[in-house]
């Protein structure tokens, strides 16, 4: 059972298609299987009536657009919807929606669109035993597109080769996997899950070279949102506190690396375990429940050392 | 997959005095798809300050109210916290299951859950138990209810018991329903009838719960209803007001300041209209609860915010089928529960009434709040509501050789009449001439697509003979892939509407459960914009 109502957070979504009644049934039928993003998410038929709500709000960032929503083609559309967001310095997305049969035209103008992440049938998002396992796709290929867009790979590669350096190769591959397995279960949002993503990464580079992040306002940001203080010692208290998720979860992050460094990695596992009873906080019981796997990271991240030594 | 189950008995309740009105038909499923699961509780976590949540113990105790979350941290959430002020008589974990039930806009949901574990601190107790695996749902049936308050009961009418000849009272009304009254009496007797404001209503005697009284209403006439309707509308819908408490020019005022009128193209001037609807009105105030109940809101400072009306309007396959119309509300956010109560009280209102019926309504797309609680009312709570896009074309009609035909009803409005045409899939109706403010309700309506319009002339040759008009103009609403099918030379095609909705009388809960969720959401989306006015 997932109930994942961070997942959206922070902007509005809006559908908009010409044909009677269809876009309230599908915001109404997203709104059925996601109730938590009902208040974010709005619908209309007339392209006017869109422009004028993305303008006052000024905070859609993903558009599921029909592709006869409008009188000019869906990218230019999309495109005049979106800016009023983008004013914030954040990409917005989208996904285009057919009736009927796909269109060979469409299909190859989303792909040419890189902030149209679909091309997808209004089916998948009005039969209730698919709208829920669409929204949670177009929710990956969210946060994989909004992350490759302030992201691109080249500037992955040469951060990451910056943090392995300043942080070590065990260091890094293990936290680099922790941090992964942590966010898995976590009811973070999409820009903190980025962030959990590549926030020890950007900590090293700031470290080692912080005229790198100088010129790039979002990546601080996303730094930001994890950085702060350290979580102590693995109890109920600590880590069922109200500091917000991710810089929890970082931080726990780096006292897990410190205590594989210390060789200790294995003893504090199994003092979260104890602790872990029901009602105990998330991330406690996730300790428990992964113990094995993180083990098993502490190893790879070793092998990973030798067998670049080799 | 969701899977229907068999009908369940309703189980009894000694708190519950509505349970005749507890109709279970087709409302019960059981969950127990992950999705599904996952969106019933996260439903109910996003609105847990409008939502109940109980523990129901084996045996006849009342179900404990609890406190129901889970770790917000968690995105697979495999374990509720239950928090319960006072001691629980609950047994040690793994002994035990819990039965949790929820409600939320008028649903009912309920799970067995494992308990996990269980502990007390300072009094209260916390719960925890394992995700369920299954969950049923239930449909509530039962109308609102309202607790009558002491200092409530100051400002309402008295209310007296006959028995045989004798008066006993004034008594003290604990609770009112528009079925049923519970009554503080502290002999056993069975009344025969309260007296409400003056009024004799016949009763019945259900049980006697908690030393309360509870008698069911027996509406005799429309009289009845409506004295116990305006009795219980003050504690429930306390900005509700009639609209004869109001001159015909404020209330002109509130359809102007409203922009109501203007929506609607007339040829009537300001003055001449005022005058054709201060007759119109003092009519329907004739008719009041008989066919038609007008009622408008006010602020806290008694200024006019808005009205809605429901009238007896048509007639198809021989049912009486009462409209929605003549909705204006003011548009600020701090009067958004006030408009939702000009939707609601209709509701409840028509489904208090004792005969059968069906609903219509007409409302513009536009208004992205109305498309809200329509879509999700017929297509989420209640699917065999019929909620489709229409054109509404102007037309004039005269009477033809074959205007006798078909069969008419009339209903006396004032010194007006109504006349109806029912005409199988097509039904139509005329007069009094301001019934609505605009004149709407001159109308023909068919809900099915349209073969041909010789039906549908029919239909106006006949009201305009049955009139006693050369020429009716009439406002034609057909499915909207049939407005072609409409010709003439004077054929106008209008755009205030485009939606019409029609539903039975055993629908109108789930209206008011969309109309309150719908609220809920608007209020949290504090979009100004997307509060609309209706036809």
Known sequence: ?310 | MSQRTSLKLVTYNPNDYSLGEVLVKDTQQAISDSSSLSAILSLFFQWRDRATCHIVLEGNRSPIPASMDYDREDRFPSELKLTVVNEVPIGPPGTHKLKIRIELFRQCYEFDSALLDASVSDGICLFIVGMPGQILSFKQRRLPRVTVSVEDAGSLPDCFGLLGSEKLGPLRVTEIGTKAIRIALKIETQLESVILGGTEIPVEKVRISKGDHIYSFKFASHVHLGVVFDYYRQLAYPHIRPRCDFTAEELLGLYSDTNYLGKFQTEATASQRLDSLKDAWNSASQEFHRITADYVSTDDDNNLTGASSASLAFFQFAKPVWVFHQLCAKTLPHLLEQSGELYTWRADYLASRTEDLSVLAWFDSKSRWLERIYVKFAFHKNRSAKLRPVAVIRKNFSPSINSGSLPTKKERFGNEFRVMVDNVNSFGGAYPKFLNASGILDAIVSLEPVESESALNAIGATLASAVGADRLRLEVSVPFENKDKITGSDCELLHDVDRICSFDKSSLVDFIASVEHSIAVTQRKKVLGEVGDAA
């Open chain 1, 1 to 310: 059972m997932e109930i994942h109502d961070r997942a959206w957070e922070g902007f509005r979504i809006l559908v908009l298609g010409k044909t009677s009644l269809l876009p309230m049934q599908i915001e109404q039928s997203i709104a059925s299987a996601h109730p938590d993003i009902e208040v974010q998410l709005s619908s209309f038929e007339s392209y006017d009536q869109a422009f004028k709500f993305c303008k006052q709000e000024g905070n859609v960032g993903f558009f599921l657009i029909t592709e006869d929503a409008a009188d000019v083609p869906f990218n230019s559309a999309f495109k005049e919807l979106a800016v009023h967001y983008e004013k914030n310095g954040f990409p917005a997305f989208g996904a285009i929606l057919y009736h009927g049969e796909p269109n060979a035209f469409s299909e190859r103008l989303v792909s040419k669109t890189p902030q149209l992440l679909e091309y997808l049938p209004t089916s998948v998002l009005l039969n209730p035993n698919q709208v829920d396992m669409t929204m949670r796709q177009l929710w990956q290929s969210y946060v994989l597109s909004f992350e490759q867009k302030i992201l691109p790979k080249p500037l992955q590669d040469s951060l990451n080769a910056l943090a392995e350096d300043r942080l070590g190769v065990e260091s890094f591959h293990f936290i680099s996997r922790l941090t992964n397995n942590l966010s898995s279960e976590l009811n973070l949002s999409w820009l903190e899950n980025v962030a959990l993503k590549w926030a020890y990464v950007l900590e090293a580079v700031e470290e080692s070279a912080p005229a790198v992040l100088r010129p790039s306002p979002h990546l601080r940001s996303l730094l930001q949102l994890c950085k702060g203080p350290s979580i102590g010692n693995i109890t109920s208290d600590n880590l069922g506190s109200q500091i917000p998720l991710s810089k929890k979860v970082f931080a726990l992050a780096k006292e897990l690396d410190l205590a594989r460094t210390q060789g200790k990695l294995g003893k504090i596992l199994d003092g979260a375990a104890s602790l872990a009873k029901p009602g105990a906080p998330k991330l406690l019981r996730h300790l428990q429940k992964h113990k094995n796997t993180i083990l098993t990271f502490e190893l790879d991240a070793k092998n990973i050392k030798r067998e670049r030594l080799a």
